[in-house]
């Protein structure tokens, strides 16, 4: 990662053009992380950077903002917002601590009944993408895997336990395609899917916790561009690709706390119910019924999420994709059934 030493970019305005810069976070071995979700008046648990163009250099420096320790003003984070500049980075090898941050201040955040629903939200969703980052970018240890299964867990039960927070989701997905926060939006749409469609307590756990994980095969093939769409892959990186749900399969059939029903989902969550999909081209009879219904939710949010090859699709004209040239890969008695969700409360279209 390019740092530059603190310079007290915090104690002063930021000028739009120095806080507004593209780039690629894992790149730079750090992520993101919203202003919003850290705690005012509260000693910061690791050092946190901002992102600076450097004209003498051409180059993206990460600048330290604020060092471990330093107590979080409110001044700082409206400083940052007046620029644009929404998020905070911090190192994935930092990882640990923030989840131990989280974990100390979550309980005061998200069990108290007049905290706000989008502060809820925004700390689930933090915390799930933050953990996926670190699984991604750790050494895949069967310790670590335990350890990031038991965090997504613990982020669908929290989902699960509050109604509010899978209602009104045509607000609230992130838009911005990566593989984290795409698997947040597929845990929280197939959750809030599932109760569309009335489904007990411990099927709507498995598909939020199958959204979440249902990429982890992709860690294993670091030499992939984690945002490329396949149609756009040479030959030998789609062959990789393909098997990114056999390889997540692989990786958590050993840990014990994965269900039989999420394991399903991750090994076939590209299977289409005409037969045409992967790994192993599985029809519509055959596939387990949770991962037909990710395959849909996955299918859903890559379309309507920004990428670098198009703009995003509306909800409408997914839903019109879905009942048309995709309804053989998702089935007719799916995709209508998922667009009906798609005009529900807990959705909005």
Known sequence: MTTSKKTGVLDRELGRS????GFNPSQMGVAPLSLDV????????VDFYVPIYRQESKRIEMTLAAER????????????????????????EDGEAI???????????????NAPLSKKRAVIKEMSDLNLRILFGGDLSPKALDNSVKRAQDAVSRMAGDPQI????????????????????VSMLG??????????????????????????????????????????????????FRQHAKLGYKMLAPIGA???????????????????????????????HLARMVRIVDAYDVMTSHRPHRPAMTPSQAAAVL???????????????????????????
């Open 69 to 92: 320790g330093e107590i979080y003003q409110k001044a700082w984070r409206d400083r940052l917002k007046k620029a644009n500049q929404t998020k905070f980075f911090v190192r994935i």
């Open 166 to 185: 899978l209602t009104k989701l045509v607000d609230v997905l992130s838009v911005d395609y990566s593989v984290y926060s795409h698997s947040v939006n």
């Open 18 to 21: 120095r806080a507004r810069v």
């Open 191 to 240: 959750m809030a899917f599932g109760k569309h469609l009335g489904f007990d307590e411990s099927r709507v756990m498995a598909l939020g916790v199958g959204g979440m994980l249902h990429d982890v095969g992709m860690a294993k093939l670091p030499g992939i561009p984690l945002e490329k769409p396949e149609d756009q892959m040479t030959p030998r990186e789609r062959s990789l």
């Open 258 to 288: 994965v269900s039989y029903d999420v394991l399903m989902i991750v090994q076939h969550h590209h299977e289409n119910a005409d037969g045409s999909g992967f790994p192993t081209g599985l029809n519509a009879a055959k596939i387990p």
């Open 323 to 349: 009942l048309g040239e995709a309804m053989p890969a998702f089935g007719s008695d799916l995709a209508p059934e998922f667009v009906r969700f798609l005009g529900s409360p807990a959705f909005t279209l």
């Open 38 to 45: 850290l705690v005012p008046d509260e000693p910061l648990p």
């Open 99 to 113: 989840n131990a941050y989280f974990e100390s201040n979550a309980g005061n955040i998200l069990d108290k009944h």
